[in-house]
């Protein structure tokens, strides 16, 4: 468990006639990669390092190094990280509860906002640390809680306190979490909570822990001081950037006191980093040559403490040999107090049950999935030890900034023909409401289709495997009626709606629903020929309705890996008061492989009134726009029936900080849409082509297409958003 710095026990073995060597690695950010060229030129040397302490960066390259990772498979592994790769905000998408992977087929984009009588709150970190943990598991050569004197190498972690202003010394953990909370710098990541403390960054109270090497028995010390750069007055232009500074201040101070506290025999080793940004994750490999050059600077010294070829060989193939986790069943599993979701709840979230040996493997997935409820600011675990039990402790800290939540979107669409349109979104989520997780939640849209929706969601059992869901919806929105490219009629639809359905959550795979709608449709011919008329002007809708959702998709936007499909049924009901009697089914799935930057995405869609009657001129199957038919306006083909299928193959040609990615690609698409409003309107097998560039940005997916269809359609698109 973490605790002040001072005084330990030395539990590690000292070595047999020559010095206790520890190896002392500073925070640094992005520059800490150069530890890993220092420790090339200790392996090369053949210095024995007995013990390692490390700050921030350094805690995760020592944590790495002391369960056994070799500094070729570190190096590997750095080479493949970026800033996206770290600190993308979202647990993988597939890990998600199904009603938060619900919202990305929405265009929200900014972030949770609280919503608490005391006002708005926002997280307390830029990112949660989720995706970061990822990372930290792939270099945490040691899954599950260790004590740190048992792994190849004795190792500390130090992380600060945020309240009592003082650092913290891990000794035992699961390792991940511990580097996340050394690493936790204020602002940019949540801090990590854990037994009680609130943790930050090791870096503003130790970050070169020479006093903790020491207490570990040290005789000699290397110690690797990577610096903290201050910004020129002109960089210190904004509050971030005095915030950075402070930071900075504060870290420097530290390292002197550990730097004025090194003994004649210690050897000190600066790599000269020059004005490498500790922000530049994009680049961690530039750093490792400056490490090795650093460390080379010092060679004469280190070889006074090389060991003979054989015996360093001996030592090192005893450093890379982890013992096993221990996977001993627990007695009990235990949660940390929560204020409002429901203990039970989250323990049937959990696969890991008491009694049961502990697989490594499905407790990271648990984390994951615990997480992935939308629930938490932050998940971590540890094994106690009780007289006569063993306990799995999870600590599943709620989000200090709820339960109530709020967010906001935005919609922009054009042809280049004259038509653009906008919608303004914005979503009210009200969480926990009794202990069951009752949820309330409305949206709201204005612009060129207004709506509101607002469903009560209320779980039945513990696990919320099953719910019931009242709702109400509201909606008006233009229809456009085309005679082959012109728009020659407009539909005015206005509905309202109040819908009671029952359904299940299949945990984080999709749903399924039945329900019955009652409400009211108002469908209007705005402008064009009265033959088009749609009906009568009200419209009652009484409907047995259906739904099942599948989702396994890794990005809603620009998928890479994973399927999912939707199925969803209406039948309308003439005994129960409807104004027509029929039903409409239709159903459409997603499939999506990628090598290396190269994705194939296969979509379908059908559609059709299922026996019966046909459906009506205002319940028809609008289709025709960018990836749906491409080259046809959007919503230009109207019928009775839908068939399509398509295939789109996309590169991904950039990799950038602020945003998940930018594509280039085109589509090759089929389909036919039969029984159409607007006799001459096309019919038989419709071929289409698409070439577009895409960028996944922080305020959603922006697409540039253009489309072409065989007989000579061709349309440009621009969208903001879900086209």
């Given at each position: ?15 047999q ?68 790769t ?59 809680y ?32 511990v ?76 390292v ?91 323990a ?31 998940v ?12 799995l ?9 709820g339960?109530?939540?709020l ?38 849209q ?112 620009f ?64 289709w ?94 621009l969208f903001?958003?879900?086209?």
């Open positions: 468990m973490p605790a002040a710095a001072g005084p330990e026990t030395d539990a590690a073995a000292h070595p006639g020559r010095p206790k060597i520890c190896l002392v690695l500073s925070g640094g950010g992005a520059r800490g990669a150069a530890h890993i060229g220092v420790l090339k030129v200790l392996e090369e040397l053949r210095v024995p390092i007995d013990c390692i302490a490390g700050t921030s960066m350094g805690s995760l390259v020592g944590g790495a190094y002391a369960t056994g990772m070799s500094t070729a498979d570190m190096e590997k592994l750095v080479g493949g990280l970026t800033t996206e770290i600190f993308k905000e979202r647990p993988p998408r597939q890990d998600l509860a199904i009603r938060r992977k619900m919202d990305d087929h929405t265009n929200l984009f900014t972030p949770e906002i609280g919503v608490r009588s005391d006002g708005l709150l926002l997280p307390k970190g830029a990112v949660s640390g989720v995706q970061l943990e990822t990372v930290l598991r792939k270099l945490a050569n040691a899954p599950g260790r004590n740190f004197d048992t792994l190849p190498i004795p190792y500390r972690a130090v992380a600060t306190d945020l309240v009592s202003g003082t650092p913290v010394v891990f000794r035992e953990g699961e390792l991940a979490n580097m996340r909370a050394s690493m936790s710098v204020p602002g940019a990541v949540a801090p990590t909570e854990y037994q009680g403390k609130l943790l930050v960054d090791g870096g503003l109270t130790d970050n070169l822990p020479v006093d903790v090497a020491r207490a570990m028995g040290a005789d000699i010390i290397i110690a690797v001081n990577l610096g903290t750069p201050l910004m020129k007055r002109d960089e210190l232009t904004s509050l971030i950037g005095v915030t950075g500074q402070m930071l900075n201040i504060l870290t420097e101070q530290n002197r006191a550990s730097l004025a506290s090194l003994q004649p025999a210690d050897i000190l080793i600066l790599p000269e980093l020059g004005d490498f940004s500790a922000g530049d994750f994009d680049h961690l490999p530039r750093t490792i040559p400056i490490g090795e050059a650093a460390a080379r600077r010092q060679a004469t010294r280190l070889a006074a403490l090389s060991l003979p070829q054989e015996q360093y060989a001996r030592l090192r193939t005893a450093q890379k040999a982890l013992p096993p986790p221990d996977q001993r069943p627990v007695d009990e599993i235990r949660f940390a107090p929560m204020e409002r979701v429901n203990p039970a709840f989250a049937a979230t959990m696969e890991t049950r008491p009694g049961e040996p502990i697989s490594q493997a499905t407790l990271d997935r648990d984390m994951r999935r615990l997480f992935g409820t939308g629930d938490f600011e932050h971590n675990y540890r094994f106690l030890e009780e007289p006569g039990k063993r306990v402790s999870v600590d599943a800290i709620e989000k200090s900034y339960p109530n939540y967010r906001f979107g935005l919609g922009l669409s054009t042809d280049f023909r004259g038509e653009a349109y906008f919608n303004l979104l914005a979503s009210y989520r009200r969480t926990w409401l009794n202990s069951l997780g009752a949820e309330w939640r409305t949206d709201v204005v612009g060129q289709t207004s709506s509101l929706i607002s469903e009560f969601y209320q779980p039945i059992d513990t696990r919320q495997l099953f719910f019931v869901a009242p709702r109400i919806e509201l909606e008006r929105r233009p229809v456009n009626i085309f005679n082959g490219d012109t728009r020659f009629a407009q539909y005015d639809l206005r509905r309202s709606d109040l819908a009671f359905d029952f359904g299940s959550q299949f945990t984080k795979y999709g749903e399924a629903r039945v329900g019955v709608v009652i409400g009211e449709q108002n469908a209007t011919l705005s402008t064009g020929p009265v033959v088009l008329a749609p009906g009568p002007g009200h419209i009652q809708r009484r409907a047995v309705t259906g739904r099942l959702l599948v989702d396994q998709i890794d990005n809603i936007n998928p890479r890996y994973g399927y999912g499909g939707t199925l969803n049924i209406y039948a309308s009901q003439g005994g129960m008061g409807a104004t027509n009697t029929y039903t409409k089914g239709d159903i459409s799935g997603t499939w999506a492989y990628s090598i290396g930057n190269n994705t194939l995405s296969f979509g379908v869609r059908a559609g059709s009134n299922l026996g019966g009657p046909a459906l009506p001129n205002y319940d028809l199957f609008q025709g726009g960018f990836l749906q038919q491409s080259g046809y306006s959007t919503g230009q083909l109207i019928g009775g029936n839908l068939q399509f299928a398509r295939m789109v193959y996309y590169n991904k040609l950039i990799h950038q900080t602020f945003f998940d990615g930018a594509y280039a690609g085109f589509s090759l698409e089929a389909g036919r849409v039969g029984a159409p409003l607007v006799p001459g309107s096309p019919t038989g097998l419709l071929k289409s082509v698409a070439a577009f560039f895409g960028i996944d940005s922080p305020i959603g997916p922006l697409y540039l297409g253009y489309g072409r269809a065989a007989g000579g359609n061709y349309a440009f698109y903001l958003g879900k086209p």
